[in-house]
Protein backbone atom coordinates (compact mmCIF):
# COMPACT_ATOMS: atom_id res chain seq x y z
CA UNK A 1 0.00 0.00 0.00
CA UNK A 2 0.92 3.45 -0.33
CA UNK A 3 1.29 3.78 3.31
CA UNK A 4 3.36 1.31 3.62
CA UNK A 5 5.87 2.53 0.65
CA UNK A 6 6.04 5.90 2.80
CA UNK A 7 6.82 3.54 5.75
CA UNK A 8 9.64 1.97 4.14
CA UNK A 9 11.00 5.24 2.75
CA UNK A 10 10.97 6.99 5.89
CA UNK A 11 13.00 3.78 7.61
CA UNK A 12 15.35 3.65 4.73
CA UNK A 13 15.84 7.63 4.77
CA UNK A 14 16.53 7.17 8.89
CA UNK A 15 19.17 3.80 8.19
CA UNK A 16 21.21 6.19 5.62
CA UNK A 17 19.81 4.18 2.55
CA UNK A 18 18.33 7.10 1.19
CA UNK A 19 19.36 10.27 1.18
CA UNK A 20 16.89 12.52 3.14
CA UNK A 21 16.42 14.57 -0.61
CA UNK A 22 16.50 11.40 -2.22
CA UNK A 23 12.86 10.36 0.41
CA UNK A 24 11.25 13.29 -0.42
CA UNK A 25 11.26 13.03 -3.70
CA UNK A 26 10.07 9.73 -3.61
CA UNK A 27 7.76 10.02 -1.15
CA UNK A 28 6.35 13.14 -3.63
CA UNK A 29 5.74 10.94 -6.02
CA UNK A 30 3.75 8.56 -4.03
CA UNK A 31 1.37 11.60 -3.47
CA UNK A 32 1.49 12.69 -7.41
CA UNK A 33 -0.93 10.14 -8.68
CA UNK A 34 -3.53 11.86 -6.38
CA UNK A 35 -2.81 15.51 -7.70
CA UNK A 36 -5.25 17.19 -9.67
CA UNK A 37 -4.69 20.04 -12.13
CA UNK A 38 -6.66 22.59 -10.08
CA UNK A 39 -4.12 21.44 -7.02
CA UNK A 40 -0.81 22.79 -9.06
CA UNK A 41 -2.01 25.38 -11.23
CA UNK A 42 -1.28 29.26 -10.99
CA UNK A 43 -4.53 30.76 -10.89
CA UNK A 44 -5.91 33.03 -13.41
CA UNK A 45 -5.09 36.59 -10.98
CA UNK A 46 -1.79 35.53 -10.60
CA UNK A 47 -1.23 34.68 -13.92
CA UNK A 48 0.63 37.18 -16.10
CA UNK A 49 -1.36 37.19 -19.77
CA UNK A 50 -0.24 38.29 -22.91
CA UNK A 51 -2.90 41.20 -23.52
CA UNK A 52 -3.19 41.19 -27.86
CA UNK A 53 -4.90 44.93 -26.45
CA UNK A 54 -1.91 46.62 -25.43
CA UNK A 55 0.89 47.79 -27.46
CA UNK A 56 3.34 45.18 -28.09
CA UNK A 57 6.34 47.20 -26.15
CA UNK A 58 3.96 47.42 -23.19
CA UNK A 59 3.49 43.50 -23.03
CA UNK A 60 7.36 43.13 -24.08
CA UNK A 61 8.19 45.39 -20.65
CA UNK A 62 5.76 42.92 -18.71
CA UNK A 63 7.27 40.31 -19.88
CA UNK A 64 10.85 41.68 -19.05
CA UNK A 65 9.71 42.30 -15.28
CA UNK A 66 8.34 38.94 -14.69
CA UNK A 67 11.14 36.95 -16.42
CA UNK A 68 9.06 34.15 -18.33
CA UNK A 69 9.41 33.42 -21.81
CA UNK A 70 5.65 31.94 -22.53
CA UNK A 71 2.84 33.54 -21.75
CA UNK A 72 -0.49 32.55 -22.34
CA UNK A 73 -2.42 35.24 -24.45
CA UNK A 74 -6.12 36.13 -23.91
CA UNK A 75 -9.07 36.56 -25.89
CA UNK A 76 -10.31 40.18 -26.57
CA UNK A 77 -12.60 39.48 -23.52
CA UNK A 78 -9.43 37.99 -21.27
CA UNK A 79 -11.88 35.13 -20.72
CA UNK A 80 -10.25 32.40 -22.58
CA UNK A 81 -6.49 31.51 -22.92
CA UNK A 82 -6.12 31.58 -27.48
CA UNK A 83 -2.42 30.12 -27.06
CA UNK A 84 0.91 31.25 -26.00
CA UNK A 85 3.34 34.01 -26.74
CA UNK A 86 7.20 32.72 -26.91
CA UNK A 87 8.77 36.22 -26.14
CA UNK A 88 11.90 34.04 -28.06
CA UNK A 89 9.97 34.13 -31.22
CA UNK A 90 9.89 38.10 -30.95
CA UNK A 91 13.63 38.31 -29.85
CA UNK A 92 14.83 38.73 -34.05
CA UNK A 93 12.44 41.10 -34.97
CA UNK A 94 13.46 44.24 -36.89
CA UNK A 95 11.13 47.22 -35.65
CA UNK A 96 9.61 47.71 -38.82
CA UNK A 97 8.59 43.83 -38.32
CA UNK A 98 7.36 44.80 -34.91
CA UNK A 99 5.34 48.13 -36.01
CA UNK A 100 3.56 45.40 -38.13
CA UNK A 101 3.32 42.93 -36.09
CA UNK A 102 0.60 39.83 -36.76
CA UNK A 103 0.62 38.03 -33.55
CA UNK A 104 -1.64 34.95 -35.03
CA UNK A 105 1.65 33.80 -36.35
CA UNK A 106 3.62 33.81 -33.30
CA UNK A 107 0.68 32.51 -31.54
CA UNK A 108 1.79 28.53 -30.49
CA UNK A 109 -0.95 25.97 -29.37
CA UNK A 110 -2.01 25.80 -25.67
CA UNK A 111 -3.41 22.55 -24.22
CA UNK A 112 -7.12 22.79 -22.66
CA UNK A 113 -7.45 21.01 -19.22
CA UNK A 114 -9.70 21.10 -16.94
CA UNK A 115 -9.03 21.28 -13.07
CA UNK A 116 -10.16 17.48 -12.42
CA UNK A 117 -7.72 16.39 -14.57
CA UNK A 118 -5.37 14.03 -13.39
CA UNK A 119 -1.81 15.72 -13.27
CA UNK A 120 0.05 13.03 -14.61
CA UNK A 121 -2.20 13.16 -17.78
CA UNK A 122 -1.75 16.21 -17.96
CA UNK A 123 2.03 16.38 -18.41
CA UNK A 124 1.61 13.10 -20.32
CA UNK A 125 -0.27 15.24 -23.05
CA UNK A 126 1.76 18.25 -23.04
CA UNK A 127 4.94 15.91 -23.03
CA UNK A 128 3.38 13.72 -26.53
CA UNK A 129 2.13 17.35 -28.34
CA UNK A 130 6.02 19.10 -26.52
CA UNK A 131 3.24 21.39 -25.21
CA UNK A 132 4.96 23.58 -21.90
CA UNK A 133 1.86 25.32 -20.69
CA UNK A 134 -2.09 24.48 -20.54
CA UNK A 135 -4.69 26.80 -20.16
CA UNK A 136 -6.96 25.19 -17.38
CA UNK A 137 -10.70 25.85 -18.21
CA UNK A 138 -14.10 25.92 -16.44
CA UNK A 139 -17.58 26.23 -17.99
CA UNK A 140 -15.71 28.14 -20.71
CA UNK A 141 -13.32 30.26 -18.64
CA UNK A 142 -9.83 30.38 -17.93
CA UNK A 143 -9.30 29.94 -14.43
CA UNK A 144 -5.64 29.62 -14.38
CA UNK A 145 -2.64 27.73 -15.86
CA UNK A 146 -0.35 24.78 -15.23
CA UNK A 147 3.04 24.55 -17.11
CA UNK A 148 5.23 21.78 -17.24
CA UNK A 149 7.71 23.13 -14.36
CA UNK A 150 4.94 23.40 -12.23
CA UNK A 151 4.24 19.77 -12.48
CA UNK A 152 7.77 18.82 -12.58
CA UNK A 153 7.94 20.77 -9.45
CA UNK A 154 5.41 18.87 -7.87
CA UNK A 155 7.76 15.81 -7.56
CA UNK A 156 11.39 17.49 -7.27
CA UNK A 157 10.46 20.60 -5.32
CA UNK A 158 11.09 24.31 -6.21
CA UNK A 159 13.40 24.18 -9.22
CA UNK A 160 15.61 28.04 -9.14
CA UNK A 161 16.23 29.15 -12.93
CA UNK A 162 18.83 31.68 -13.50
CA UNK A 163 15.97 34.50 -13.88
CA UNK A 164 14.70 33.82 -9.85
CA UNK A 165 16.30 35.38 -7.06
CA UNK A 166 18.55 33.29 -5.06
CA UNK A 167 17.03 31.98 -1.58
CA UNK A 168 17.93 33.99 1.10
CA UNK A 169 19.73 31.18 3.88
CA UNK A 170 17.67 30.16 6.59
Given amino acids: SEEELRMVLTESSRTGI ?27 ART ?3 EPK ?25 RRFLGV ?3 KDLAWLTPSERARLDLDRFLRPILLVSPMDPADA ?11 IAAVEEDGLAVGILTMEDIIEEIFGEIQDEFEPTPSPA
Fill in 85 to 87: INV
Fill in 54 to 78: RPLEENLERARKSGHTRYPVADSEG
Fill in 122 to 132: VIREMRRRRIH
Fill in 18 to 44: LSLADMEIMQRATRFSDRRARDIMVSR
Fill in 48 to 50: IVW
